[in-house]
């Protein structure tokens, strides 16, 4: 089956879609990466998103608008997706959508919204969709999040040591070998938001490093930013841009009660990212760290987390076939064929739910939606990634 992976993650940027031939073998899931393709949000769908994120106030029309425009973009970058990489032959679209509010409570996941209307998807490509993957594991009483952990659990296992997978969007997730699966707090959100707010919003973040290179840490605003209390929080657990928004940012900068260069700023949250991140690994005793997302393209923020953790090499995803810049849409690809095959997509372990789930709502395409009988002894056991 061709299943291309819609993924559009907190920093909102692009739709990334990665197209793969995905099949069942027994007890192992087969992927072989066809590729990937990019579709840029138009200026005015990221400011319109953009100024709807939490904390800003937002009406019911400009939910509508976005939900519709959203779901345009992510449909064009399907139709890429099937023209350039599955020679028009794709089979199914999973569609993460682009999520705008995760609603926790202390340590509960109470709701999520993402917008991206699949029947746009479905419309312009004549392939059935399945969206909407996360509310589900919440109604089971899950985080919602990561929902990478059983894709990136199959990926690893038979793996020697104790091997870790990373991602590092605007927030990080970490997933254990045992399915242990959680959010360890801002990837690059708060790096972005002082790259743009001290550019007077020129910058979308800091490219390269570069701005992280020039400053130096200030320990005390890393000390303040420390204290934060999620951090210490066991997991399972999941945060978002409802906490590490600009306006945080603001606040702690006001209470570290000293004015500071852009650089050092910046030069601070990239130290944040990688010492949360590196007590992260620590805690689950990881041998190795497989890492992949937009944070592992600058290179101050990889050395910083390289230098915290001494001992545990970590490597891009690559090295295990599956592109860093790619993984999280590939993993919805896999989301999406296990929906299709009536197969769960979570376990309790990666997000604290009552029970595993099938995940999804599914929109019909030309031919109606390709359901497959639910496979035999509860799935598969092992992710092997195929040469491309």
């Given at each position: 089956?061709?299943?291309?992976?819609?993924?559009s993650?907190t920093?909102?940027?692009?739709?990334?879609a990665?197209?793969?031939?995905?099949?069942?073998?027994?007890?192992?899931?087969?992927?072989?990466?066809l590729?990937?393709?990019?579709?840029?949000?138009?200026?005015?769908?990221?400011e319109?998103?953009?100024?709807?994120?939490?904390?800003?106030?937002?009406?019911?029309?400009?939910?509508?608008?976005?939900?519709?425009?959203?779901?345009q973009?992510?449909?064009?970058?399907?139709?890429?997706?099937?023209?350039?990489?599955?020679?028009?032959?794709?089979?199914?679209?999973?569609?993460?959508g682009?999520?705008?509010?995760?609603?926790?409570?202390?340590?509960r996941?109470?709701?999520?919204?993402?917008?991206?209307?699949?029947?746009?998807?479905?419309?312009?490509t004549?392939?059935?969709?399945?969206?909407?993957?996360?509310?589900?594991?919440?109604?089971?009483?899950?985080?919602?999040?990561?929902?990478?952990?059983?894709?990136?659990t199959?990926?690893?296992?038979?793996?020697?040591?104790?091997?870790?997978?990373?991602?590092?969007?605007g927030?990080?997730?970490?997933?254990?070998?045992?399915?242990?699966?959680?959010?360890?707090?801002?990837?690059?959100?708060?790096?972005?938001?002082?790259?743009?707010?001290?550019?007077?919003?020129?910058?979308?973040y800091?490219?390269?490093?570069?701005?992280?290179a020039?400053?130096?840490?200030?320990?005390?605003?890393?000390?303040?930013?420390?204290?934060?209390?999620y951090?210490?929080?066991?997991?399972?657990?999941?945060?978002?841009?409802?906490?590490?928004?600009?306006?945080?940012?603001?606040?702690?900068?006001?209470?570290?009660?000293?004015?500071?260069p852009?650089?050092?700023?910046?030069?601070?949250?990239?130290?944040?990212?990688?010492?949360?991140?590196?007590?992260?690994?620590?805690?689950?005793?990881?041998?190795?760290?497989?890492?992949?997302?937009?944070?592992?393209?600058?290179?101050?923020?990889t050395?910083?987390?390289?230098?915290?953790l001494?001992g545990?090499?970590?490597?891009?995803?690559?090295?295990l076939?599956?592109p860093?810049?790619?993984?999280?849409?590939?993993?919805?690809a896999?989301?999406?064929?296990?929906?299709?095959?009536?197969?769960?997509?979570?376990?309790?372990?990666?997000?604290?739910?009552?029970?595993?789930?099938v995940?999804?709502?599914?929109?019909?395409?030309?031919?109606?939606?390709?359901y497959r009988?639910?496979v035999?002894?509860?799935?598969?056991?092992?992710?092997?990634?195929?040469?491309?």
């Open positions: 089956m061709r299943v291309i992976g819609l993924m993650g920093s909102y940027d692009a739709v990334d990665a197209a793969a031939e995905i099949r069942l073998d027994g007890d192992v899931l087969r992927l072989r990466p590729g990937m393709v990019s579709e840029r949000y138009p200026e005015e769908v990221r319109l998103l953009a100024g709807a994120l939490p904390p800003s106030a937002v009406t019911l029309a400009e939910v509508c608008r976005l939900d519709t425009r959203i779901g973009v992510f449909a064009a970058a399907a139709v890429h997706a099937d023209r350039e990489l599955c020679g028009g032959r794709a089979d199914l679209v999973a569609s993460h682009q999520t705008v509010y995760h609603w926790t409570d202390g340590t996941a109470r709701g999520t919204l993402q917008l991206g209307q699949p029947a746009w998807i479905a419309e312009a004549g392939l059935p969709v399945v969206a909407d993957f996360r509310p589900r594991d919440i109604a089971a009483g899950g985080q919602g999040a990561p929902l990478v952990g059983l894709v990136d199959l990926w690893l296992r038979g793996r020697p040591g104790t091997p870790v997978a990373l991602n590092v969007g927030i990080a997730n970490l997933t254990a070998p045992d399915g242990t699966a959680f959010d360890t707090g801002p990837g690059c959100a708060l790096i972005d938001a002082a790259a743009r707010g001290f550019s007077g919003g020129r910058l979308e800091d490219a390269e490093g570069r701005l992280a020039a400053g130096r840490v200030h320990s005390g605003l890393l000390d303040l930013l420390l204290t934060e209390p951090y210490a929080a066991p997991p399972p657990k999941t945060t978002g841009k409802e906490l590490f928004h600009p306006g945080y940012l603001r606040d702690a900068l006001a209470g570290a009660g000293a004015t500071l852009a650089q050092d700023v910046i030069a601070t949250l990239t130290a944040l990212t990688a010492r949360t991140v590196a007590d992260a690994v620590r805690a689950v005793g990881a041998t190795e760290v497989l890492a992949s997302g937009g944070g592992t393209r600058n290179p101050v923020l050395a910083m987390l390289a230098d915290a001494p545990v090499p970590v490597r891009p995803s690559d090295a076939g599956l860093s810049a790619a993984k999280e849409a590939y993993a919805f896999v989301l999406g064929h296990l929906t299709v095959h009536g197969l769960p997509g979570t376990t309790p372990a990666g997000t604290g739910a009552r029970h595993p789930s995940l999804g709502s599914v929109t019909p395409g030309a031919r109606g939606f390709p009988a639910p035999a002894g509860g799935g598969p056991r092992r992710l092997v990634v195929e040469p491309a």
